[in-house]
């Protein structure tokens, strides 16, 4: 015989009808002793077969967060692929630098003991439909990318996500936009996907984020992600070590 749960004892449903057991040998203890009946005799089969299930029924129900493992991974994905190079400045591919920047937030959260999941390791960067299939069974999917635009200002951090994920998106935001000495795009970092006119939907509409890590066609933020991109990973890793450790 194997035994699945080591430690029942921890559970409540192990614990209330104990208790309630405990309970009624203290009962029938004072009603022996004192030579009077408080609970007829005829009652205690009842109260066996109907209120010891209750407690323990009681105790299922009870959430004790603290017994809770994190379940899942964290999903961590580089836009675009090692066929699609997304955004270019010059020679600089978009799909490099994140890819870069992926396995750095995953070297973050590794350290302190999360479990990731990756679309690549080193300089392999699988397609989207691949990162797509990670989410599913995750607890938190991001994704990495740059933007780009035809005007050399525009600038800023933004995370696309949907409603339910807004406070992530904007510390994710926050946490790169510090770190680059950015400024934050959209609602405070934060792009509600049904407002965004951007490509990459299906992957938000399955639950994931995208954070936009600045304009590749900027030259200052550009200049300021590759002098600075891993103090900004190591930050957007913090924000997720806290999201996962709090869920
Ligand atoms: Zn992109």
Redesign the pocket.
């Known amino acids: 015989m194997k035994f699945i749960e080591q430690n029942a004892l921890q559970y409540l449903s192990v614990k209330l009808p104990l208790l309630g057991a405990f309970l009624m040998l203290a009962v029938l203890v004072i009603q022996w002793a004192l030579d009077f009946n408080f609970v007829p005799q005829q009652y205690a089969p009842f109260i066996v077969g109907t209120v010891l299930p209750a407690l323990s029924l009681l105790g299922r129900k009870i959430a004790q967060p603290s017994l809770h493992q994190p379940l899942g991974f964290v999903a961590v994905t580089a836009?675009?692929s090692n066929s699609d190079p997304?955004?270019v400045n010059g020679k600089i591919k978009?799909s490099e630098l994140v890819t870069n920047f992926r396995n750095a937030v995953v070297h973050y959260l590794r350290e302190a003991g999360i479990t990731t999941r990756t679309d690549g390791t080193g300089t392999q960067n699988d397609p989207l439909s691949s990162a797509l299939k990670l989410i599913k069974g995750s607890s938190t999917a991001v994704e990495f990318?740059?933007n780009a635009a035809a005007s050399k200002q525009a600038n800023g951090i933004e995370t696309i996500a949907l409603p339910g994920d807004k406070k992530l998106a904007q510390d994710l935001s926050v946490a790169v936009a510090t770190a680059l000495g950015s400024r934050l795009r959209g609602d405070n970092g934060w792009i509600d996907q049904s407002k965004s006119a951007r490509g990459s939907l299906a992957y938000i509409n399955a639950g994931g984020l995208i954070v936009e890590l600045g304009f590749i066609s900027n030259e200052a933020e550009l200049a300021a992600f590759q002098a600075r991109y891993w103090i900004a990973a190591k930050a957007v890793a913090k924000v997720l070590i806290e999201y996962e450790k709090g869920a």
């Open positions: 836009g675009h997304g955004a978009e990318h740059m």
